[in-house]
């Protein structure tokens, strides 16, 4: 099914991190994510196929 769909999202950025919780350490504190009120990081696993 196709549809419609917005996001929020304005940009991404890919950081190689063995946890979760790792990546988003990455950004606590980080001056570019604390400028604007409401600003912040969503986290999200990049996965993969198999190997072709």
Partial sequence: ????????FCSHLIVEAEYA???AALFA????????P???VNIM?????PDI
């Avoid at 504190?29 to 604007?36: G, L, M, V």
């Fill in 21 to 23: 919780e790792a990546a």
């Fill in 29 to 36: 504190d980080h001056p570019h994510i604390s400028t604007f």
């Fill in 38 to 40: 409401g600003d912040g």
């Fill in 45 to 49: 696993p990049f996965l993969t196929g």
């Fill in 1 to 8: 099914m196709i549809a419609s769909a917005t996001s929020d």
